[in-house]
């Protein structure tokens, strides 16, 4: 049976037939996807949800650069002094330090 069904597939006028009709098929469909994708480009290509993620991105990027420079202009408008207070060591020493800091702020 499987044999039969076999040489049914493999006559020449059913290969023919076959590729007489699918090649102009694949021809249409394949038209009309290269088609829709240069309207696609043609309209830009993004999608509304990409345009959108970019314009989130791009706000957020805008925040993010107004936040370090504000931290830069906070860190170099620091005196140099308080900058090159040591490390903490002890209990001590941060009382200390703190007294440093003080007496500082204080002769300005």
Same mark, same amino acid.
């Given at each position: 049976m499987r044999m039969n069904v076999l #040489?049914?597939?493999l006559n020449p006028a059913i290969i023919t037939s076959v590729l007489v009709f699918s090649i102009p098929l694949v021809a249409i469909i394949g038209g009309y996807y290269v088609k829709l994708r240069r309207m *696609? #480009? *043609?309209k830009g290509g993004v999608s509304e949800k990409d345009r959108k993620n970019i314009d989130f991105l791009l706000q957020e990027n805008e925040r993010l650069r107004q936040r370090v420079e504000n931290l *830069?202009?906070?860190i170099t408008s620091i005196e140099p002094d308080l900058l090159s207070l040591r490390p903490l060591q002890k209990e001590n020493d941060l009382q200390k330090q703190v007294e440093e800091l003080a007496r500082k702020l204080r002769n300005e």
């Open positions: #040489l049914v597939f *696609e #480009l *043609e *830069e202009q906070i």
